[in-house]
Nanobody, 124 residues
């Protein structure tokens, strides 16, 4: 089992920044990829970004490329999502997820463990 706890969400004006954190505990050695997803009201949960724990490789959704940066601190078992240039359409609950697969996937089904989510609201 892997436990994931997100933090750092909040209310920010358009153009502002937030940094989300995801602290992992438990059988973290079984997780090769960490990802961030988001779900807006009435919409499907969608992929945002992912990073390989060991490789450091990253992958982003086109909608956030150039604005969001995913990073990891392996010593602290923590993954971050730095979000700059936030837009109202970025408003959603953001979820951290871990995958035991060794390749980055963008589909929800590829991730085995999920956090409880943190709300991000971007006002105009």
């Amino acid at each position: 089992q892997v436990q994931l706890v997100e933090s750092g969400g909040g209310l920010v004006q358009a153009g502002g920044s937030l940094r989300l954190s995801c602290a992992a505990s438990g059988r973290t050695f079984s997780s090769y990829v960490m990802g961030w997803f988001r779900q807006a009201p009435g919409k499907e949960r969608e992929f945002v970004a992912a990073i390989g724990w060991n490789s450091g490789r990253t992958y982003y959704a086109d909608s956030v490329k150039g604005r969001f940066t995913i990073s990891s601190d392996n010593a602290r078992n923590t993954v971050y999502l730095q979000m700059n240039g936030l837009k109202p359409e970025d408003t959603a609950v953001y979820y951290c997820a871990s995958s035991t697969r060794k390749v980055i996937f963008t589909t929800k089904a590829a991730y085995d463990y999920w956090g409880q989510g943190t709300q991000v609201t971007v006002s105009t």
